[in-house]
């Protein structure tokens, strides 16, 4: 049987661009990987790392024209968001490699023997290794950011795996261009092309979580496709790793007296939260606690202002566009929910941005609003109006977990007043970063950020974002009683290579 193609197709119109190859089959993408696991050695010296990471954002920024110009026709999210996504890529290709330069990633630990503890202290030495040949899943939402050469893809070249990307489908073209890239930038270093590969279609991306030279898998996207290659990471002879982001509701809570003091402040912020990107980001607030008071109906009004004013956009792809207008409908049927700015289609390929708002009462019990409770994709949001703090308490503790958590606070608030602390620590088993005062669109690159959350806003506890992202692709290993002359340098004590490390208990530089 003939492959299937690979098209390259323009949301706004639906019209095919370009054939961009074919879909792989279990065989080519055994090849793909074999090449990637072959390469693993090369990636051995971290000067040679750092030196490809930055080589693959310069490559990357001086064809940035072409890839901009290739992401809009795929994705329709503009070049203005495009290229600061690009530069939100390059600049975390850097910060990896200075993260691999610097090096207490490694997590070096020496004891020496001590034979006067209880029980004796051996020799150990302890590093942490690269895992071996990653899978990563692309996303549809970010064509840079978190996909070729995203996040997944950077922190797993940083640890020492090679990677094999399982493209998505809003943008083969761009992926097949970005790939291209990083195999350039990865010649141009000395290292095999191998250690960047690349595949398309959905029975490539099952074939790839089950091949048995990957050893650990990186996605993000939908809950039920996550879910389902999560299970089958699990499943294998030899399950491994499976770091996913699957879906979150993003709550936001408003106090009264935050309200009271800055309504439509609030309610403007929100509304340019809700559809930024025409609410295709991951974080963005899809339920928003607000109190069922004169200040609150301030808020929505000021809300209301601002998301009449948005433009009509396109989603990435028609099914998504249809997932939006179905399940805006779905939530709208609903008793008791009223649309005071109406989201849903708008002509054949666009979408218009609205809201909805529900009595709190509604989502503190099981029932047919458990659907406002769970991540609508698109330019939406939910607005729960609650009478006292009890009906708040009561709907954060239906909550499932979250990439962010939000609580708007007034000028005394902030200071301590009130059960301002009371809500961060309801609000802080709930999701992975919590915000006080802002919004959570926009996820910075840097050492302290953590992008990610309980179930099932990720299938595991580790971030996608900022340094730490390199733990997920690493396992440790302890040398005892080791011959000097048989470790690691990493190990040795002289530090030939000048390696952060605690000795004995004492952190040394």
């Not at 993408?29 to 090369?42: I, K």
């Not at 943008?171 to 890239?181: F, I, K, N, W, Y």
């Not at 990720?458 to 302890?478: D, M, N, Q």
């Amino acid at each position: 049987m003939e492959a299937a193609p690979v098209w390259s197709v323009d949301p706004r119109s639906g019209k095919r661009r370009e054939r961009v190859g074919v879909e792989a089959s279990a065989g080519e993408v055994g090849v793909v990987v074999r090449a990637a696991w072959e390469a693993r050695g090369s990636l051995v010296d971290r000067g040679v790392r750092a030196g490809f990471l930055r080589g693959a954002a310069a490559l990357l920024e001086a064809s940035g024209d072409v890839l901009v110009e290739v992401a809009d026709a795929e994705t329709a999210l503009g070049g203005v968001r495009l290229r600061g996504e690009l530069a939100r890529t390059c600049y975390q290709l850097r910060a990896f490699a200075d993260v691999v330069e610097e090096g207490s990633f490694l997590g070096v630990i020496i004891d020496h023997p001590d034979a006067a503890a209880t029980p004796p202290v051996p020799d150990l030495r302890r590093f942490k290794v690269p895992l071996g040949v990653v899978a990563v899943y692309a996303a549809s939402n970010f064509p840079f950011a978190f996909s070729v050469a995203g996040g997944d893809t950077a922190s797993a070249l940083a640890a020492g795996c090679p990677v094999v990307v399982k493209a998505h489908p809003d943008h083969p073209g761009l992926s097949e261009r970005v790939a291209a890239v990083l195999r350039r930038a990865a010649v141009e270093r000395g290292l095999p092309a191998g250690v960047v590969g690349l595949v398309h279609g959905f029975e490539a991306g099952v074939a790839l979580v089950g091949h048995p030279l990957v050893a650990a898998a990186g996605f993000t996207g939908s809950v039920r496709g996550g879910r389902a290659l999560f299970d089958a990471a699990a499943a294998r002879p030899v399950p491994i790793p499976f770091h996913g982001e699957l879906g979150s509701l993003n709550p936001v809570v408003v106090t009264q007296a935050a309200a009271s003091e800055r309504a439509e402040e609030i309610g403007a912020g929100l509304a340019g939260s809700m559809t930024l990107g025409v609410g295709q980001f991951c974080v963005k607030p899809g339920l928003v606690l607000v109190p069922a008071s004169p200040e609150g109906d301030r808020l929505v009004e000021a809300l209301a202002g601002g998301v009449a004013r948005a433009a009509a956009g396109v989603l990435l792809d028609g099914r998504m566009r249809d997932n939006f207008v179905a399940g805006v409908a779905e939530r709208a049927a609903l008793a008791g929910v009223e649309c005071p700015v109406v989201p849903g289609g708008e002509g054949e390929r666009g979408v218009r941005a609205g809201f909805l708002t529900v009595p709190a009462g509604r989502l503190t019990e099981p029932g047919a609003h458990d659907v406002l409770l769970e991540e609508c994709f698109g330019p939406v949001t939910v607005v729960a109006r609650y009478g006292d703090p009890a009906e708040v308490d009561a709907v954060l503790a239906r909550l499932p977990g979250n990439l962010t958590a939000t609580v708007h606070l007034s000028a005394g608030e902030s200071e301590g007043q009130g059960r301002a602390g009371e809500l961060l620590a309801r609000l802080t088993p709930l999701a992975g970063r919590v915000l006080v005062n802002g919004w959570p669109t926009g996820v910075a690159v840097a050492p302290a950020q953590h992008h990610g959350g309980p179930y099932p806003a990720t299938t595991s506890t580790s971030t996608s974002v900022g340094a730490t992202a390199i733990e997920r692709w690493l396992r440790p290993v302890t040398y005892q009683h080791t011959p000097h002359a048989l470790l690691p340098p990493e190990l040795r004590d002289d530090n030939p290579l000048g390696l952060p490390r605690r000795v004995n208990g004492r952190l040394q530089h």
